[in-house]
């Protein structure tokens, strides 16, 4: 019997060009939440982010690029990747969080939506191909995934194009510690319904929205710097929640969509994780195991990226998957067949994960 499955045909993405190394910042001054200076030589703070996160450098746009345009370039590449008609897409989903955002100004832009924007820079004339954004913090990027999955399983679509594109350098206060932790990027999919014996592509998906006492742990909120400008808000975050949270919850439904799959966790391949944070990913994929009762070596299991292209929010998992695809993540292959586990979390807060058979 033949089977209709989501599969992911076609992978593209942009990583800026602009290097900011960890170094750049030991000179800068940097406040707590509640405006007292840290008082501690920028070599020791910038070596301590280091250890805790992984990161050694992450990317910037240029001052000529936006939000929709690096979704365009990477969507231009799957599009290649792919080898289909632009014309033939059904769906154009782009998954971000604060639109454009032009160098030195304080406004989000998302009118028209950026899906839109992406279609015009394609040039795609079909009106039938369907343009929109999705807002779901760092899980962005996967939920368009879960989304044109069920679109293609409904019969409603059958060919979407899936983008996670974001430049939190703009909405990033110099003057907090975290800032550091972030950067631009932009990764595009070919997510399409394609008719087989075998039953592979998505398999299984799990996603949750807890918005009690979580929903702030990632916010806008006014710079750390004294006297600052209260009207002036940048993305803020509450890093040891945040990492209490996902630790608590992720693995849970990183299994509970292993559980759905009918899939053993032996046969899992590759997990790629949301590149948050080295430790956090870490702890996370261990914990995951560990409800199985195993203690494997990860480090050919979760593939990362963190150390050289910083956290990009919604575009670090279709990069990676890309990069991978490419060839241009060493010690790291996705081979047909291999089961992957696709997982992240965000603002919201919201987790998802997807398990997929390449």
């Keep these: 019997m033949s089977n209709l499955n989501t599969m992911i045909t076609g992978t593209g993405s942009y990583i800026p060009t602009v290097t900011i190394k960890n170094s750049e910042f030991t000179k800068q001054t940097f406040f707590e939440k509640d405006h007292t200076k840290v008082d501690r030589p920028g070599e020791i703070t910038v070596n301590q982010f280091r250890d805790i996160t992984g990161i050694a450098e992450r990317r910037w746009v240029s001052e000529d690029l936006n939000t929709s345009d690096i ?6 590449e799957a599009i290649n990747s792919a080898g289909i008609d632009r014309e033939t897409i059904d769906q154009i989903i782009v998954a971000h969080n604060f639109g454009n955002v032009l160098k ?25 191909c369907i343009a929109y954004d999705i807002i779901f913090g760092c899980p962005g990027w996967l939920q368009g995934v879960i989304q044109a999955h069920s679109y293609i399983t409904s019969g409603m679509a059958r060919r979407c194009l899936v983008i996670g594109s974001e430049t939190l350098s703009r909405v990033s206060d110099k003057y907090d510690r975290d800032t550091m932790i972030f950067s631009d990027g932009a990764g595009a999919t070919i997510v399409e319904g394609v008719e087989s014996e075998e039953k592979k592509g998505v398999l299984s998906t799990a996603a949750t929205t807890n918005s009690v006492d979580e929903l702030y742990y990632l916010y ?26 996902s630790l608590s919850n992720v693995p849970v439904a990183m299994k509970k969509a292993l559980d759905s799959s009918g899939v053993p966790v032996e046969q899992v391949k590759k997990i790629l994780i949301h590149q948050a944070n080295e430790k956090m990913d870490e702890a996370i994929v261990k914990r995951f195991y560990k409800m199985f009762g195993m203690r494997p070596d990860i480090s050919g299991i979760m593939p990362m990226n963190i150390e050289k292209l910083g956290n990009s929010s919604v575009a670090t998992i279709p990069t990676l998957y890309d990069m991978i695809m490419k060839g241009t993540l060493p010690d790291h292959t996705i081979d047909k067949g291999d089961i992957i586990i696709f997982a992240s979390v965000g603002a919201g807060m919201h987790i998802n994960a997807v398990v997929y058979r390449q």
């Design 220 to 245: 806008l909120g006014k710079s750390n710097a004294p006297e600052s400008d209260p009207n002036v808000r940048y993305i803020k975050m509450h890093g040891r929640k945040i990492y209490e949270f």
């Design 71 to 76: 979704a365009a370039i990477a969507a231009e």
């Design 104 to 128: 030195g100004t304080i406004q989000t832009d998302v009118l028209p939506c950026l899906a839109a924007r992406v279609k015009n820079i394609l040039k795609i004339r079909n009106p039938s």
